[in-house]
């Protein structure tokens, strides 16, 4: 069974950092790309973040790009997000996903964890 | 980046009745997947490809549509298929990936 379980979510200030792992298992980790995807408080879903398999190419909208860098450990089957800059619209339930093969959606879900920016 | 225009932003339907949501894309898009959202849950891939079931989906379900244009079908609303479906599309290259607003299904 697949299983992605987020943690490291918490209340940051404005212009603070946070970094979100995501333990994966039940599956070759090493085989997919992974993302990271975030749920806004009025529900919308936006996309945060994309890792290749193998970790050597990373894609990120305009939105983050340059604040927040993903990552990976294949041999500890974790991925990473790594937050700076923290903005007040960054606030959201953060969600690891699991591509399928062909990584054009989001095959598998973790249950999330919240960023809270707020002074 | 390609926009996803979803509609209706609310619908609700009786048990037996059949339901569609509508998704429009502002440039052609090759691939579309829909999604569900239950309260209090992670959304779950309901349908992949445009038109294929994730494992589990009930075949009364069904996707179609095809360049901006596409459509999310349920033949007969039952009680358990209320939640929130999303429509998500991604571009070829760079990879970018974008949902839709949301259409949240309620049952009369």
């Known amino acids: 069974e697949v299983q992605l379980v987020e943690s490291g979510g918490g209340l940051v200030k404005p212009g603070g950092s946070l970094k979100l792992s995501c333990a994966a298992s039940?599956?070759?980790?090493?085989?997919?790309?992974m993302s990271w995807v975030r749920q806004t408080p009025e529900k919308r879903l936006e996309w945060v973040a994309t890792?290749?398999?193998?970790?050597?190419?990373?894609y990120y909208p305009d939105s983050v790009k340059g604040r927040f860098t993903i990552s990976r450990d294949n041999a500890k089957n974790t991925l990473y997000l790594q937050m700076s800059s923290l903005r007040s619209e960054d606030t959201a339930m953060y969600y690891c996903?699991?591509?399928?093969?062909?990584?054009?959606?989001?095959?598998?879900w973790g249950q999330g964890t919240l960023v809270t920016v707020s002074a | 980046e390609i926009l996803l225009t979803q509609s209706p932003a609310i619908i609700a339907a009786s048990p037996g009745e059949k339901v569609t949501i509508t998704c429009s894309a502002s440039?052609?898009?090759?691939?579309m997947n829909w999604y569900q959202q239950k309260p209090g849950s992670s959304p779950k891939i309901w349908i992949y490809g445009i038109s294929n079931l994730a494992s589990g989906v009930p075949a009364r379900f069904s996707g179609s549509g095809s360049g901006t244009s596409f459509s999310f079908t349920i033949n007969s609303m039952e009680a358990e298929d209320v939640a929130t479906y999303y429509c998500?599309?991604?571009?070829?290259?760079?990879?970018?990936?974008?949902f839709g607003s949301g259409t949240k299904l309620e049952i009369k």
């Open positions: 890792i290749s398999s193998g970790g050597s190419y990373t």
């Open positions: 996903a699991r591509h399928s093969l062909l990584p054009t959606g989001f095959a598998y």
């Open positions: 039940g599956f070759t980790f090493s085989s997919y790309a």
């Open positions: 998500q599309q991604r571009s070829s290259y760079p990879p970018i990936f974008t």
């Open positions: 440039s052609s898009v090759s691939y």
